[in-house]
Protein backbone atom coordinates (compact mmCIF):
# COMPACT_ATOMS: atom_id res chain seq x y z
CA UNK A 1 0.00 0.00 0.00
CA UNK A 2 1.63 3.31 -1.17
CA UNK A 3 2.45 5.66 2.10
CA UNK A 4 -0.09 8.50 1.89
CA UNK A 5 1.08 12.33 1.93
CA UNK A 6 -1.08 14.34 4.78
CA UNK A 7 -1.61 17.92 4.87
CA UNK A 8 -3.52 19.87 7.53
CA UNK A 9 -3.51 23.50 8.49
CA UNK A 10 -3.87 25.94 11.09
CA UNK A 11 -5.50 28.91 9.21
CA UNK A 12 -8.37 28.71 6.84
CA UNK A 13 -7.51 27.52 3.66
CA UNK A 14 -8.11 29.76 0.43
CA UNK A 15 -8.07 28.16 -3.75
CA UNK A 16 -4.44 29.48 -3.84
CA UNK A 17 -3.11 27.40 -0.80
CA UNK A 18 -5.00 24.54 -2.03
CA UNK A 19 -2.96 24.84 -5.44
CA UNK A 20 0.27 25.41 -4.05
CA UNK A 21 0.05 22.58 -1.68
CA UNK A 22 -1.19 20.45 -4.15
CA UNK A 23 1.38 21.44 -6.43
CA UNK A 24 4.45 20.51 -3.53
CA UNK A 25 2.99 17.34 -2.85
CA UNK A 26 3.11 16.59 -6.50
CA UNK A 27 6.50 17.65 -6.89
CA UNK A 28 8.02 15.79 -4.18
CA UNK A 29 6.22 12.88 -4.80
CA UNK A 30 7.89 12.48 -8.65
CA UNK A 31 10.78 10.16 -8.45
CA UNK A 32 14.46 10.97 -9.20
CA UNK A 33 17.24 8.78 -9.90
CA UNK A 34 19.57 9.24 -7.34
CA UNK A 35 23.39 8.85 -8.94
CA UNK A 36 26.81 9.24 -7.88
CA UNK A 37 29.95 9.54 -10.77
CA UNK A 38 33.14 7.74 -9.34
CA UNK A 39 36.46 8.96 -11.14
CA UNK A 40 39.07 5.76 -12.20
CA UNK A 41 41.69 5.31 -13.78
CA UNK A 42 43.16 1.75 -15.28
CA UNK A 43 46.73 1.21 -16.27
CA UNK A 44 47.85 -1.75 -18.61
CA UNK A 45 51.31 -2.88 -19.71
CA UNK A 46 51.82 -3.36 -23.65
CA UNK A 47 54.52 -4.21 -25.79
CA UNK A 48 56.32 -0.89 -27.41
CA UNK A 49 54.93 0.47 -30.22
CA UNK A 50 51.58 -1.59 -29.98
CA UNK A 51 48.32 0.54 -30.11
CA UNK A 52 47.07 0.89 -26.52
CA UNK A 53 43.82 -1.81 -26.43
CA UNK A 54 41.03 -2.23 -24.01
CA UNK A 55 38.71 -5.53 -24.02
CA UNK A 56 35.55 -5.41 -23.19
CA UNK A 57 36.07 -7.77 -20.00
CA UNK A 58 38.88 -5.20 -19.40
CA UNK A 59 36.48 -1.90 -19.34
CA UNK A 60 33.68 -4.32 -17.41
CA UNK A 61 35.99 -5.07 -14.64
CA UNK A 62 36.60 -1.24 -14.64
CA UNK A 63 32.52 -0.18 -14.40
CA UNK A 64 32.39 -3.12 -11.57
CA UNK A 65 35.38 -1.35 -9.38
CA UNK A 66 33.26 1.87 -9.81
CA UNK A 67 29.95 0.23 -8.22
CA UNK A 68 31.72 -1.12 -5.66
CA UNK A 69 33.24 2.43 -5.05
CA UNK A 70 29.18 3.67 -4.73
CA UNK A 71 28.78 0.45 -2.70
CA UNK A 72 31.74 1.35 -0.24
CA UNK A 73 30.07 5.06 0.08
CA UNK A 74 27.05 3.81 0.83
CA UNK A 75 28.29 1.40 3.75
CA UNK A 76 30.53 4.82 5.17
CA UNK A 77 33.66 2.70 4.82
CA UNK A 78 32.62 -0.17 7.15
CA UNK A 79 33.28 -3.24 4.14
CA UNK A 80 36.15 -5.35 5.39
CA UNK A 81 38.66 -6.10 2.93
CA UNK A 82 38.37 -9.30 2.64
CA UNK A 83 35.03 -9.13 0.90
CA UNK A 84 35.41 -6.58 -1.43
CA UNK A 85 36.68 -9.13 -4.20
CA UNK A 86 34.24 -11.54 -3.58
CA UNK A 87 31.29 -8.57 -3.79
CA UNK A 88 32.69 -6.98 -6.76
CA UNK A 89 32.90 -10.39 -8.97
CA UNK A 90 28.88 -10.63 -7.62
CA UNK A 91 28.94 -6.89 -8.97
CA UNK A 92 30.19 -8.11 -12.31
CA UNK A 93 28.06 -10.21 -13.54
CA UNK A 94 25.37 -7.66 -13.67
CA UNK A 95 27.17 -4.61 -13.57
CA UNK A 96 25.19 -2.61 -16.84
CA UNK A 97 22.43 -2.77 -14.03
CA UNK A 98 24.33 -0.35 -11.94
CA UNK A 99 25.86 1.74 -14.21
CA UNK A 100 23.61 4.62 -16.01
CA UNK A 101 26.41 6.02 -18.33
CA UNK A 102 29.55 6.35 -18.50
CA UNK A 103 32.42 8.25 -20.18
CA UNK A 104 36.20 6.90 -21.17
CA UNK A 105 39.11 8.68 -22.25
CA UNK A 106 42.01 6.26 -23.98
CA UNK A 107 46.03 7.10 -24.18
CA UNK A 108 49.51 5.62 -24.11
CA UNK A 109 51.44 7.04 -21.18
CA UNK A 110 54.93 6.71 -22.59
CA UNK A 111 55.60 3.44 -24.85
CA UNK A 112 54.29 0.85 -22.76
CA UNK A 113 51.85 1.86 -20.63
CA UNK A 114 47.83 2.32 -21.87
CA UNK A 115 45.69 4.13 -19.81
CA UNK A 116 42.01 4.40 -19.83
CA UNK A 117 40.05 7.22 -17.35
CA UNK A 118 36.89 6.59 -16.71
CA UNK A 119 34.01 8.81 -15.29
CA UNK A 120 30.98 6.37 -14.55
CA UNK A 121 27.57 7.47 -12.83
CA UNK A 122 26.32 4.79 -11.18
CA UNK A 123 22.61 4.28 -9.60
CA UNK A 124 22.88 4.99 -5.51
CA UNK A 125 19.53 2.94 -5.42
CA UNK A 126 20.01 0.25 -7.80
CA UNK A 127 23.64 -0.73 -5.30
CA UNK A 128 21.65 -0.46 -2.22
CA UNK A 129 18.88 -2.57 -3.06
CA UNK A 130 21.60 -5.46 -4.55
CA UNK A 131 23.34 -4.54 -0.69
CA UNK A 132 19.81 -5.41 0.49
CA UNK A 133 18.96 -7.88 -1.00
CA UNK A 134 21.93 -9.82 0.14
CA UNK A 135 21.98 -8.98 3.64
CA UNK A 136 24.73 -6.85 3.23
CA UNK A 137 23.62 -3.70 3.89
CA UNK A 138 22.40 -5.31 6.81
CA UNK A 139 25.43 -6.89 8.22
CA UNK A 140 28.57 -4.84 6.63
CA UNK A 141 29.62 -3.69 10.13
CA UNK A 142 29.34 -7.60 11.98
CA UNK A 143 28.37 -10.78 10.64
CA UNK A 144 25.32 -12.29 11.77
CA UNK A 145 25.60 -15.96 12.90
CA UNK A 146 23.33 -19.05 11.67
CA UNK A 147 23.16 -22.49 11.61
CA UNK A 148 24.09 -24.64 8.87
CA UNK A 149 22.53 -28.14 8.29
CA UNK A 150 23.75 -29.89 4.96
CA UNK A 151 21.70 -32.81 4.26
CA UNK A 152 23.89 -34.14 1.61
CA UNK A 153 27.89 -33.81 0.10
CA UNK A 154 28.79 -30.74 -1.25
CA UNK A 155 32.23 -31.46 -3.52
CA UNK A 156 35.10 -29.13 -2.66
CA UNK A 157 34.33 -26.17 -5.67
CA UNK A 158 30.57 -25.92 -3.54
CA UNK A 159 32.17 -25.42 -0.30
CA UNK A 160 34.28 -22.80 -2.19
CA UNK A 161 31.05 -21.17 -3.14
CA UNK A 162 28.47 -21.45 -0.39
CA UNK A 163 32.20 -19.57 1.65
CA UNK A 164 31.58 -16.71 -1.42
CA UNK A 165 27.73 -16.66 -0.62
CA UNK A 166 28.22 -16.64 3.51
CA UNK A 167 30.81 -14.17 2.78
CA UNK A 168 28.30 -11.94 0.48
CA UNK A 169 25.42 -11.60 2.86
CA UNK A 170 27.56 -11.54 6.06
CA UNK A 171 26.55 -14.41 7.47
CA UNK A 172 28.61 -16.92 9.86
CA UNK A 173 28.14 -20.58 10.32
CA UNK A 174 27.21 -21.43 14.34
CA UNK A 175 26.91 -24.77 15.64
CA UNK A 176 24.93 -22.90 18.88
CA UNK A 177 23.11 -21.09 17.42
CA UNK A 178 19.05 -21.35 17.63
CA UNK A 179 17.94 -19.75 14.83
CA UNK A 180 17.60 -18.99 12.04
CA UNK A 181 18.90 -22.84 10.40
CA UNK A 182 19.31 -23.14 7.21
CA UNK A 183 19.15 -26.46 5.62
CA UNK A 184 20.41 -27.39 2.35
CA UNK A 185 19.95 -30.39 0.11
CA UNK A 186 22.17 -30.93 -2.84
CA UNK A 187 20.29 -32.17 -6.33
CA UNK A 188 20.87 -35.83 -6.39
CA UNK A 189 22.09 -35.45 -9.90
CA UNK A 190 22.65 -32.82 -12.77
CA UNK A 191 19.03 -31.70 -13.79
CA UNK A 192 17.93 -31.66 -10.30
CA UNK A 193 17.31 -28.97 -7.86
CA UNK A 194 19.38 -27.68 -5.03
CA UNK A 195 16.41 -27.37 -2.06
CA UNK A 196 16.70 -25.52 1.05
CA UNK A 197 14.45 -24.85 4.37
CA UNK A 198 14.97 -22.12 6.87
CA UNK A 199 13.65 -22.08 10.34
CA UNK A 200 12.64 -19.39 12.18
CA UNK A 201 11.31 -19.64 15.70
CA UNK A 202 9.05 -21.40 14.99
CA UNK A 203 7.85 -21.39 11.49
CA UNK A 204 9.73 -22.80 8.39
CA UNK A 205 9.74 -22.01 4.79
CA UNK A 206 10.99 -24.35 1.94
CA UNK A 207 12.74 -22.43 -0.86
CA UNK A 208 14.12 -24.23 -4.17
CA UNK A 209 16.58 -23.44 -6.89
CA UNK A 210 18.45 -23.99 -10.57
CA UNK A 211 21.53 -23.81 -8.60
CA UNK A 212 23.56 -23.10 -5.07
CA UNK A 213 23.64 -18.98 -5.32
CA UNK A 214 19.85 -18.85 -6.57
CA UNK A 215 18.77 -21.29 -3.71
CA UNK A 216 20.71 -19.06 -1.09
CA UNK A 217 19.44 -15.80 -2.99
CA UNK A 218 15.91 -16.67 -3.12
CA UNK A 219 16.46 -17.62 1.04
CA UNK A 220 18.06 -14.94 2.30
CA UNK A 221 16.76 -11.96 0.38
CA UNK A 222 13.30 -12.91 2.03
CA UNK A 223 14.62 -13.40 5.14
CA UNK A 224 16.22 -9.94 4.83
CA UNK A 225 12.70 -8.17 3.47
CA UNK A 226 11.18 -8.59 6.79
CA UNK A 227 10.57 -6.12 9.06
CA UNK A 228 11.20 -7.82 12.66
CA UNK A 229 14.69 -8.97 10.93
CA UNK A 230 15.19 -5.16 9.51
CA UNK A 231 14.29 -3.91 13.32
CA UNK A 232 17.42 -6.16 14.63
CA UNK A 233 19.64 -2.93 13.33
CA UNK A 234 17.51 -0.43 11.70
CA UNK A 235 15.68 2.43 13.57
CA UNK A 236 12.60 4.02 12.29
CA UNK A 237 12.78 7.65 13.09
CA UNK A 238 10.07 10.40 13.40
CA UNK A 239 11.85 13.49 11.83
CA UNK A 240 9.14 17.00 12.41
CA UNK A 241 11.01 20.19 10.74
CA UNK A 242 9.78 23.71 10.30
CA UNK A 243 10.92 27.34 9.58
CA UNK A 244 10.62 26.63 5.53
CA UNK A 245 8.93 30.24 4.50
CA UNK A 246 8.42 28.90 0.61
CA UNK A 247 7.88 25.43 -1.00
CA UNK A 248 11.04 25.77 -2.80
CA UNK A 249 12.86 25.22 0.84
CA UNK A 250 10.66 22.06 1.83
CA UNK A 251 11.43 20.45 -1.64
CA UNK A 252 15.18 21.27 -1.45
CA UNK A 253 15.21 19.79 1.70
CA UNK A 254 13.19 16.78 1.27
CA UNK A 255 15.62 15.98 -1.71
CA UNK A 256 18.91 16.81 0.08
CA UNK A 257 17.57 14.56 3.15
CA UNK A 258 17.27 11.53 0.72
CA UNK A 259 19.99 12.22 -0.76
CA UNK A 260 21.93 11.48 2.72
CA UNK A 261 22.54 7.83 1.39
CA UNK A 262 25.04 7.05 3.83
CA UNK A 263 23.31 8.00 7.29
CA UNK A 264 19.50 6.70 6.48
CA UNK A 265 18.17 3.96 4.40
CA UNK A 266 14.88 5.87 3.28
CA UNK A 267 12.90 9.08 4.19
CA UNK A 268 9.26 9.36 3.31
CA UNK A 269 7.45 12.16 3.81
CA UNK A 270 4.08 11.76 6.04
CA UNK A 271 2.73 15.25 6.22
CA UNK A 272 2.85 19.38 5.34
CA UNK A 273 1.46 21.85 7.29
CA UNK A 274 1.08 25.69 6.99
CA UNK A 275 1.72 27.56 10.64
CA UNK A 276 2.42 31.19 11.54
CA UNK A 277 6.15 30.93 11.65
CA UNK A 278 5.83 29.09 7.75
CA UNK A 279 5.63 25.55 6.74
CA UNK A 280 6.46 22.61 8.46
CA UNK A 281 7.04 18.81 7.11
CA UNK A 282 7.17 15.49 8.76
CA UNK A 283 8.92 12.42 7.63
CA UNK A 284 9.27 8.91 8.42
CA UNK A 285 13.03 7.99 8.34
CA UNK A 286 14.78 4.57 8.48
CA UNK A 287 18.28 4.78 9.37
CA UNK A 288 21.20 2.18 10.86
CA UNK A 289 22.83 4.79 12.68
CA UNK A 290 20.21 7.63 14.03
CA UNK A 291 23.33 9.18 16.00
CA UNK A 292 25.06 10.11 12.81
CA UNK A 293 22.00 10.85 11.33
CA UNK A 294 21.44 13.27 14.04
CA UNK A 295 24.47 14.83 13.44
CA UNK A 296 23.93 15.98 10.35
CA UNK A 297 20.84 17.81 11.13
CA UNK A 298 22.48 19.25 13.66
CA UNK A 299 24.73 20.95 11.35
CA UNK A 300 22.56 21.48 8.66
CA UNK A 301 19.31 23.06 10.21
CA UNK A 302 20.37 25.74 12.54
CA UNK A 303 22.38 27.29 9.86
CA UNK A 304 19.71 27.84 7.92
CA UNK A 305 17.01 29.07 10.10
CA UNK A 306 15.09 25.93 10.52
CA UNK A 307 14.44 23.83 13.61
CA UNK A 308 13.91 19.98 13.67
CA UNK A 309 13.59 17.38 16.23
CA UNK A 310 14.29 13.70 15.58
CA UNK A 311 12.62 11.14 17.78
CA UNK A 312 12.61 7.25 17.80
CA UNK A 313 9.17 5.96 16.72
CA UNK A 314 10.05 2.41 17.19
CA UNK A 315 13.21 0.66 19.68
CA UNK A 316 15.02 -1.72 17.98
CA UNK A 317 16.99 -4.20 19.41
CA UNK A 318 20.75 -4.42 18.03
CA UNK A 319 21.21 -7.89 18.32
CA UNK A 320 20.74 -10.71 15.77
CA UNK A 321 20.05 -13.90 18.10
Partial sequence: MPEEVVCWRYLSIRLPLVVLLVGILLLLGVGLVRAEVHRLEIKKEIKPGAEETFSTKDQQKA??????????????????????????????????????????KRYLEGEDTAVIDLEVRVNTQAVKEFLKKWGTYYTAKREWPYRLELHGELDNEAELRLADLESVSGLRREREVRFPVFRIRPPRNEEGRWEGTLWQDDEETVYSGESMKDLWLRTWSEYFAQREVRLKVERVMRLAASGWSTSTGIRHFDTTLKGWSTRLDRAVLGSVGFEPGGISGVWTVYTLTPEDLRSRLQSYMPSRGLDFRLESVHASRSRTD
Fill in 63 to 104: LSRAVLREAERILAGSLPEAKKDVIREFLLQKVQDFVLSYSE
